[in-house]
């Protein structure tokens, strides 16, 4: 059966607004952050994901299709408790890399889903790069995580 560009665009979509979450998720939490090279990470990290949406947007609009330019409901909630818990726990840098992992998790299973749908070539393989840079960074957030614990 073949699969519609609709589809396609519905797609890349869902990882603008994953992409849209965790650029604001890590940008957020890099406020929060008192560790200036985790601030630093983070900030990286937003600035990766902008770029990953922007790309998939041009190419969602190259199909013809409207790209989405905010987040998921889900990834304002997420946002928000990555700000009640930084309020809670007065800025804990333990608690917002916590918190960072978990969007992280959510990240990386948003890719997973989309890699698994049957889509063209080309944007599957920018897909697998994004994918690629979004798994390095869950690994580096989960690493941080089980340092922090360890200390």
Request: hydrophobic share 35%.
């Given at each position: 059966?073949?699969?519609?560009?609709?589809?396609?665009?519905?797609?890349?979509?869902?990882?603008?607004?994953?992409c849209k979450d965790?650029?604001?998720?890590?940008?957020?939490?890099?406020?929060g952050i008192t560790?200036?090279?985790?601030?630093?990470?983070?900030?990286?990290?937003?600035?990766?994901?902008?770029?990953?949406?922007?790309?998939?947007?041009?190419?969602?609009?190259?199909?013809?299709?409207?790209?989405?330019?905010?987040?998921?409901?889900?990834?304002?909630?997420?946002?928000?408790?990555?700000?009640?818990?930084?309020?809670?726990?007065?800025?804990?840098?333990?608690?917002?890399?916590?918190?960072?992992?978990?969007?992280?998790?959510?990240?990386?299973?948003?890719?997973?889903?989309?890699?698994?749908?049957?889509?063209?070539?080309?944007?599957?393989?920018?897909?697998?790069?994004?994918?690629?840079?979004?798994?390095?960074?869950?690994?580096e957030v989960r690493?941080?995580?089980?340092?922090?614990?360890?200390?």
């Amino acid at each position: 059966m073949a699969v519609s560009t609709d589809q396609f665009t519905e797609t890349l979509n869902d990882l603008v607004e994953t992409c849209k979450d965790g650029e604001k998720g890590f940008r957020e939490a890099a406020e929060g952050i008192t560790n200036s090279s985790t601030r630093t990470m983070f900030q990286k990290f937003a600035q990766e994901r902008a770029e990953y949406a922007r790309e998939l947007q041009s190419e969602i609009s190259r199909l013809g299709g409207t790209p989405e330019t905010g987040g998921s409901a889900s990834g304002a909630l997420h946002r928000g408790w990555i700000n009640l818990k930084s309020a809670v726990t007065g800025r804990n840098d333990k608690a917002i890399v916590d918190e960072a992992e978990r969007g992280e998790d959510i990240a990386v299973a948003e890719y997973q889903k989309a890699l698994a749908k049957d889509i063209p070539s080309d944007l599957k393989s920018i897909v697998e790069r994004q994918y690629s840079g979004v798994q390095a960074a869950h690994n580096e957030v989960r690493n941080l995580k089980h340092s922090m614990a360890s200390n």
